[in-house]
């Protein structure tokens, strides 16, 4: 589950979504209804990543982004490390702020962002 995950993995969907925009190739179009275009294709990935475009090709089949070009050492640990800063950034919170910093700061700011 998740929304794009690793900023490589997110570039591609977000590529992908411009280019098929409100076609049966886009991953989150309001044509499937507003439960799969707000919510359903974060929870079920396997089926938004199965759209392909007229010619066939899917997300997968994009080249990488080219921050990713240039530099595929770093995004290539934050691809691998991605969950353990998302992690670290939620502990922080708790850490520091307690319950209140863990809602607000982790919480609902993940959910506000993943809303815009």
Partial sequence: MGSGGDPIE??????????NSDT????????????????GWVLDESYADSR???KG?????????????ESP???GW???TYMLHMLGQ??????IWGLPGF??????RVLFTQNM
Avoid: C, Q, T
């Avoid at 049966?24 to 919510?39: E, L, N, V």
């Avoid at 939620?90 to 850490?95: C, E």
């Avoid at 809602?103 to 609902?108: A, P, R, S, Y």
């Fill in 10 to 19: 997110w570039a591609k969907g977000h590529s992908w979504h411009h280019a």
């Fill in 24 to 39: 049966p190739a886009d991953r989150h179009s309001p044509r499937d209804g507003i439960w799969h275009s707000h919510w």
């Fill in 52 to 54: 392909r475009d007229p």
């Fill in 57 to 69: 090709n899917s997300k997968d089949d994009l080249a990488a982004p080219w921050f990713y070009v």
């Fill in 73 to 75: 050492g770093f995004y």
């Fill in 78 to 80: 934050l691809r691998e």
């Fill in 90 to 95: 939620a502990v922080a919170f708790a850490a």
């Fill in 103 to 108: 809602i607000w700061g982790f919480v609902i």
